[in-house]
């Protein structure tokens, strides 16, 4: 074996899919905790506090990402993430760019989801007319926001099945 070949093998090797593994692993029981807590306080039969829109949200917002991380569980090491692309075999790689698409939309939602929340808790909390006039129209943007990523998302390749297959005639 040459010094080159060893050098390429040991590149080859490399991972980081242990790094990986944690950051989608960790934040599924911490998000299950915040959210459960949240949940208990408000279930309790001592709470006069009740349920409300930015309730509703988090748990949204605490599904999504929690689909975040098993999509990303799923589809990412067992596929290649966290190693370098030449050590991923071609076939592997198709089917990480699909999980990569379907991830992304799980992103989205978690994101605005967990934005709209805490925006909807300030609006429930904060009574000043300008505050709350801020926080609609900072809603709405958010609201924007999401649609935009999603149409673009979604008009990424022309057909979708160009984002995860290369073979496929497209247009990007």
Known sequence: MTSSTAHDAAFLAQSRVSEVLAGYITPIPLELLTTGLRIYVKIRPSSKDRWAFDDY??????????????SGLVYGPPYGFGRHIEAVPKQHLKIFMMGDYVFSHFYNAAIVGTKL????LYYRIFITPSFRLTVIFTAVFKWLWFCAMEISLGLEC???QAFWDASVNGKM
């Open 158 to 160: 022309r057909p979708i």
């Open 117 to 120: 929340s805490v925006l909807s």
């Open 57 to 70: 949200l988090i748990v949204w917002a605490t599904a999504m990402g929690i689909a975040v991380c098993i």
